[in-house]
Structures are given as C-alpha cells and as structure tokens.
C-alpha cells in the first residue's frame, strides 16, 4: 500500500478497507494530495468529509412495517424502517405525499442507520368489526352473533366480519443516524424534527411522539458515529447493541423493501435496498466486580 502525509492509504479499487471503515470516511490529513490522485485513492477537496445527523426514537408504542399488509395481521419490524423515517422527515419539513422528486430528493442524498439502544417487545392489540344493515340493532346484539330484528334472528351471511391483529413494539428506544456530504441539507431536516410542520407519529398514526424531537450534527460518517453512540450508552458496563444502515458497495447484507419511490395514496411505491448489519459490545474497563451495581 502506498502513503500519503505518513498515513495508510486504502484502495478502494481493490477493495482493501479496514473492518466498518466506509470510503466516504477516508481523507488526507495534510489537504491536498501532491501525488497522482488516482493512485492516492482518497477523496480531496469540498464535501470530503460526511456529516451525520443523530436524533432520537422513544415512546411507550412504535410500529414500523417492512412486510406486506395481510388481511388478518399488521406485523412491526424490531427497528424503523428506512421508508418510515424518511417519511416522517418529508413530514416534517411540510413535503407532500404526491411530490415524488423532492421525495426522491432525501432519498438519493441521505444515507440511513438506527443504532437499537434498547429492544422492544412485540405486543398484540386484537381487533373485531361488525356491520349489519340493521341500525336498530344494539352493540351487544350485534358482537353476540344473535341478532333478532322484528321476531327473525338475522343469518351470520348478513353480517360482514372483519376480526385482525396489530403488532406493536412496545418500550422500544432507538438512535437515528443521516449522514449527508451536504451540512445545509442536515440543518434543514434538524430544523424541521424541532419545528415539525405537520403531526409526527412513530410508524403509525396510534403511536405518537413522547417527547419533542431533537439531534445533533456530527463530522463523522454515519457508522462511526452510531458505534461512538453505542459505546457511550455503556455507563462502565457491559452493554451491547445492533447497529442496522444502509450496506455500502460491495457489502453483505439483507434485501429488505423499503426504499421509498413514492408516497402516494393511490400508488405507494417501495425499492429493495441492501441493509447490513453489525453488533457494538462494550466490556467494563474495571476489574473490580462490584454486585450491587445492578441493583
């Protein structure tokens, strides 16, 4: 490997880039490279370095959906989704559901990861309906499967029966990590969670926000700065966490669909996306076991 200003350079050509390091986050410590740039392979000039916008998700309920919608269920992911996140910033900063291209917009420009600061629990909320064409009948009558309307008992054929289950994640808390090359567009958006200008919910419009949004903007690539996030969760002791983000070129990862395309109530539109994912453990610094520190 060659070097420049005394320090390692990596070719990306090559693909030899040290465990969780992104491209985006290479750069020379002494500006300018005065060798050839493409031998250098490290990005130089404007826009250089990534910023990442982090903020915060809690609340007593969330729901977020990557699968398709059943008939009889609406399940939850375990973290946001990509597309919920991303429509709840549009929201935010008063986009409309029909304008693809500013959709497209965030989209193409941000770069997404959630670092799971604490796992939720999947809870069930059942649900039944009933319509009958009678209104005199009443809500007792009509969940009782009897109805009798002027001395007939009303056939089960003339009832229409809709029983599902919602799934919600409930006690959940998560950190959200944008990054951006643009700082401006970072300002917008955190501007927007503080200020939203239409109501924001956490998945669903049942789930509504406990507290008020707000981030901070770092200069540091998305990854790195959720990992730094993750590790100062731990307090001395021993924690671990699942950090989800979008997979960079040439990474493993999972196919999940929910890239957003559009918004649209008469057409909503997802993308599949390569979405990795990498697990942050914090071991205590001290070797002094003290048993009252987790009471």
């Known amino acids: 490997m060659a070097s420049c200003a005394g320090r390692k350079i990596f070719s990306q050509r090559a693909g030899i880039l040290p465990a969780g390091l992104h491209p985006a986050e290479l750069q020379c410590s002494a500006g300018p490279c005065r060798r050839n740039r493409k031998r250098c392979g490290i990005r130089h000039g404007k826009g250089a370095f990534m910023s990442t916008l982090l ?19 609406l399940r939850t992911g375990m973290e946001p989704s990509k597309s919920g996140v991303i429509g709840m910033v ?88 944008l990054e951006c090359k643009d700082d401006s567009l970072l300002h917008t958006i955190l501007e927007a969670l503080r200020h939203p200008k239409r109501m924001l919910y956490l998945g669903r419009k049942s789930c509504p926000l406990m507290e008020e949004l707000d981030g901070v903007i770092v200069k540091k690539a998305m990854l790195p ?67 009252f520190a987790f009471i």
């Open 55 to 73: 903020f915060r998700l809690a609340a007593p309920m969330q729901a977020w959906g990557t699968e398709p919608r059943f008939d009889k269920w």
């Open 90 to 177: 549009a929201s935010a900063m008063g986009i409309d559901r029909t304008d693809d291209e500013a959709l497209q917009n965030l989209v193409k420009r941000l770069r997404f990861g959630v670092c799971v600061d604490r796992e939720g629990t999947v809870i069930t909320d059942y649900h039944a309906t009933r319509v009958v064409p009678y209104p005199e009948c009443s809500y007792r009558e009509i969940f009782s499967d009897n109805i009798v309307i002027r001395g007939k008992k009303i056939p089960d054929t003339a009832i229409s029966k809709y029983d599902y289950k919602k799934y919600y994640l409930s006690d959940a808390a998560f950190t959200i990590g």
């Open 225 to 291: 700065a959720l990992k730094e996030h993750a590790e100062a969760q731990a307090d001395g002791r021993y924690h671990a966490c699942r950090i989800i983000y979008d997979a960079g070129k040439g990474e493993r990862g999972t196919l999940v669909n929910d890239e957003p395309v559009s918004f649209n109530a008469n057409k909503k539109v997802w993308a599949p996306r390569m979405a990795a994912e990498t697990m942050v453990e914090v071991f205590p610094q001290s070797e002094q076991h003290d048993p």
